[in-house]
Nanobody, 127 residues
């Protein structure tokens, strides 16, 4: 079992930055591929960013490429999502997820690959 707790959300003006954190507890953190997803009001949850179990591979949704960066601190069992140049359309609840079945070098964009999910943190970007 892995428990995931997100933090760092909040209200920011367009063009601003936020850094989300996802602290993991439980089984060995390094065994899991990690991902960030988001769900805006009235929309389905969608992929944002992922990092592979090897930590050498990353993957981003086209809508966030060049603005968002996913990173890890294995010593702290924490995954981060640095979000720069935020836009109103980035407003959503952001979830982190962990998957143990993802292959070593793959940073998966598929929700079905993830076994554990956090409760989410709200990000609101005002125009």
């Amino acid at each position: 079992q892995v428990q995931l707790v997100e933090s760092g959300g909040g209200l920011v003006q367009a063009g601003g930055s936020l850094r989300l954190s996802c602290a993991a507890s439980g089984r060995t953190f390094s065994s899991y591929g990690m991902g960030w997803f988001r769900q805006a009001p009235g929309k389905e949850r969608e992929f944002v960013a992922a990092i592979s179990r090897s930590r050498g591979g990353t993957n981003y949704a086209d809508s966030v490429k060049g603005r968002f960066t996913i990173s890890m601190d294995n010593a702290k069992n924490t995954v981060y999502l640095q979000m720069n140049s935020l836009k109103p359309e980035d407003t959503a609840v952001y979830y982190c997820a962990a998957g143990s079945r993802i292959s070593w070098t793959r940073a998966s964009q598929y929700q079905n690959d993830y076994d554990y999910w956090g409760q989410g943190t709200q990000v609101t970007v005002s125009s």
